[in-house]
């Protein structure tokens, strides 16, 4: 394997892609809002063009990461509602 056939190392910090694993969904969707308007308005040369990419990915990923835990946070809620709603007014849901 030649080194033009291997991945790219990373452009993202450990110190980066740590901040970004904390930041909060707003947070997360602000940044990434950023990321694509420095790629969309161009005028980058190609390290910072894939740069601005990867640093969108990961943002992407967080917040994407953020809403999946949501979902299945509602989605437990509703399971156990529908459980509930057999019981729901009885005395079986006093005990």
Same mark, same amino acid.
């Given at each position: ?10 452009s ?7 901040t ?14 950023? #990321?694509?308007?420095? &790629? ?5 040369? $190609? +390290?910072q ?7 969108g @990915? *990961?943002?992407?990923?967080? #917040?994407?990461?953020? &809403? ?5 946070k $509602? +989605?437990?809620?509703?399971a156990?509602?529908?459980?509930? @709603? *057999? ?9």
């Amino acid at each position: 394997m030649t080194d033009e056939s291997k991945t790219p190392a990373s452009s993202l910090t450990d110190k980066e892609r740590e901040t970004i694993a904390r930041m909060p969904y707003e947070q997360a969707r602000d940044e990434l809002i950023k #990321a694509v308007q420095a &790629l969309e308005t161009g005028g980058l040369d $190609l +390290d910072q063009s894939m740069r601005q990419w990867e640093l969108g @990915e *990961a943002l992407a990923k967080r #917040a994407q990461g953020l &809403l999946d835990e949501v979902r299945a946070k $509602l +989605d437990a809620a509703q399971a156990e509602q529908r459980a509930n @709603e *057999a019981t729901a007014g009885t005395q079986d849901n006093l005990s």
